[in-house]
């Protein structure tokens, strides 16, 4: 075995797929195994077992979890060999089934682990062996040693996490299955199907498919508005091309009718008409930003500051900008996280010739995109829970938390700020460009504008009074009305 800890947490959890309809829905996806070899990886205690269609002739079972390797044991006959041990590992020292190393399966079903966090050691032996495979979460790592088991034409079902879907650290993955491992069927549903357990992940997915060579069609089912599955022969189906679903690999895969909608009367991305940048960081936040404490009285990883007296709020000279002030002094900050359209920061950052030549050159900093920094532009949290939230921002440092859009135009400010803060907005990055909750720039520079957006900003003053409204619930509602009707009118025009 390999000689260090794989995993940074030595307690390893296992949710088990026993609610609703999820192992009836993969067994049936996976389709006949009679006569056939299948791989279980992490077997769990077996629930996909008892769906299986047909009488396999032999099942290698896979579990780090002695106890539930037991509970299989005791409830299944069939040819069952279970295997104790990390599928992961064993498949790593290519010595998975000592018997039979290179013992290849008819088919693979699982429920592998995620939200395992490989420790530094492993990870660098993983970087070693699969230098453009995302290595940090174990579920895609997981899915690539399982599919390489896999005969040619061989027949696989997983459940894991939706985010390889968009995610740009799983788009080696996405390759990997579309050039080898064709999927057929991708099932999107809520984690609650679950029943009590509670994942860090929103939304899950049922994927199957075949080994080989180039896409095929593929039938996609979105089930998240679904309180619980229905039975598969009663799930309404929305086909995609091969070819169509081959070309969005690297941006990603979304349900074409999520695509279609949202699409409509759309042309432009922000990223055509704006730059999306995310910012700074210290490396020392403690020692290099300060707050109001008459503003901030949580505790918080910085330090109170005479704000009146220490902090510049007035435009900085270029020189100023670039190297700092020759006293101690400080510049308004934009940290991640809500806030509103006009809300006035109560972070700062320090901006002495010290602290900026620190920022530039210790190896912990990240002086990135100074250039954007002191601009005038539009704030967007990168970690966002529900609605997305967009704040104007002028005059200010932005840090790695935040996404700064910087239109080329300031005549579309006004329009920007409220796009952005609309529900229609939110729903498209959700459904159509990235349903995790971290919104990198890549993904922020992805959302589509509708069609008449330059004309929109004859609009300009009444955008400005509707982010002015002193009540969110009503600012958010007027916001809403004016980009539906602006969708409304163009899509009728």
Not at 36 to 49: C, D, I, R
Not at 236 to 263: I, L, Y
Request: with cysteine; net charge neutral; charged share 20%.
């Amino acid at each position: 075995m390999l000689n260090h800890a794989l995993y940074t947490d030595d307690n390893i959890q296992a949710h088990y797929t026993n609610g609703g309809r999820i192992a009836e829905f993969m067994g049936s996806l996976l389709g006949s195994v009679e006569g056939k070899s299948v791989l279980e990886p992490a077997v769990g205690q077996g629930a996909f077992l008892a769906h299986f269609m047909g009488d396999p002739a032999s099942i290698d079972a896979v579990d780090i979890d002695a106890s539930a390797l037991d509970h299989t044991r005791g409830f299944y006959h069939g040819p069952l060999n279970l295997i104790h041990g990390d599928f992961i590992e064993l498949a790593m020292e290519e010595g998975l089934f000592l018997q039979s190393p290179l013992k290849r399966y008819d088919a693979v079903i699982s429920n592998p682990p995620y939200g395992l966090k490989f420790s530094k050691e492993f990870r660098r032996l993983l970087k070693a062996r699969y230098p453009d495979f995302y290595v940090r979460e174990s579920y895609g790592l997981f899915i690539k040693l399982a599919l390489e088991r896999l005969i040619e034409k061989g027949r696989y079902v997983f459940i894991v996490p939706d985010t390889f879907l968009n995610s740009n650290n799983h788009l080696p993955l996405r390759r990997f299955l579309i050039n080898h491992f064709s999927p057929s069927h991708i099932i999107l549903f809520r984690s609650r199907l679950f029943g009590t357990v509670q994942f860090g992940y929103g939304s899950f997915c049922i994927i199957a498919g075949d080994r080989q060579r180039g896409a095929q069609t593929v039938h996609w089912a979105d089930l998240r508005n679904e309180n619980a599955l229905p039975k598969i022969e009663s799930v309404s189906w929305d086909f995609e091309n091969a070819d169509e679903f081959a070309a969005h690999t690297t941006t990603g895969w979304v349900p074409p009718t999520k695509r279609r909608a949202s699409m409509v009367a759309h042309s432009t991305t922000l990223g055509d008409v704006a730059e999306c940048r995310t910012g700074i960081y210290t490396g020392d936040n403690t020692a290099y930003l300060g707050f109001d404490p008459m503003r901030l009285q949580r505790r918080a990883n910085g330090h109170a500051i005479s704000w009146s007296e220490q902090v510049r709020f007035a435009p900085l000279t270029e020189d100023e900008k670039t190297n700092g002030f020759p006293a101690q002094l400080y510049v308004p900050l934009i940290r991640g996280g809500h806030r509103e359209p006009f809300e006035q920061t109560f972070w700062a950052i320090k901006w002495d010739h010290a602290a900026v030549h620190h920022y530039r050159t210790d190896k912990k900093a990240r002086l990135q995109n100074s250039r954007f920094y002191f601009r005038e532009g539009i704030a967007l949290p990168m970690v966002t829970s529900g609605r997305l939230t967009a704040s104007y921002m002028e005059n200010s440092v932005f840090d790695q938390g935040v996404v700064g859009v910087f239109p080329r135009s300031k005549d579309l400010l006004p329009f920007l700020l409220v796009y952005l803060n609309s529900t229609y907005v939110s729903r498209v990055l959700k459904e159509t460009i990235n349903p995790s909750a971290n919104n990198s720039a890549r993904y922020i520079s992805r959302i589509p504008l509708p069609e008449g957006y330059a004309e929109a900003c004859a609009q300009n003053e009444q955008y400005q009074k509707i982010l002015a409204l002193p009540d969110r619930k009503q600012r958010l509602s007027a916001i809403d009305d004016a980009i539906s009707g602006l969708l409304t009118n163009r899509s009728t025009s």
